[in-house]
């Protein structure tokens, strides 16, 4: 089993930045990928960034620029540094950890507003 807890979330204006942060714990695995999805309201939930533990990211091509994703392999935690953010940004924010020995887990979500 693998909790994940987010914090970060608020309301920003546009061009305002936020930093999301996420913790595992549980039964972690050395090996895992961490990262971010969102949900915007009638939109489909979207990838947004990832990191596995060898440091390699992936990242959507609408953040890619503004948002950086990063880790502490130390704290099990997972970062996303958003930056000039959009109001097309406001979405549900929702942390993830996987392996192939555990599956997927998700966080419970966090919002992120950005105001035009």
């Known amino acids: 089993q693998v909790q994940l807890v987010e914090s970060g979330g608020g309301l920003v204006q546009n061009g305002g930045a936020l930093r999301l942060s996420c913790a595992a714990s549980?039964?972690?695995?050395?090996?895992?990928?961490m990262g971010w999805y969102r949900q915007a309201p009638g939109r489909q939930r979207e990838l947004v960034a990832t990191?596995?533990?060898?440091?390699?990211?992936r990242y959507a091509d609408s953040v890619k620029g503004r948002f950086t994703v990063s880790r502490d392999n130390a704290k099990n935690t997972v970062y996303l540094q958003m930056n000039s953010l959009k109001p097309e940004d406001t979405a549900v924010y929702y942390c993830?950890?996987?392996?192939?020995?555990?599956?997927?887990?998700w966080g419970q979500g966090t919002q992120v507003t950005v105001s035009s």
């Open positions: 549980g039964r972690i695995f050395s090996f895992n990928t």
């Open positions: 993830t950890y996987s392996s192939g020995t555990t599956g997927t887990y």
């Open positions: 990191i596995n533990s060898g440091g390699g990211t």
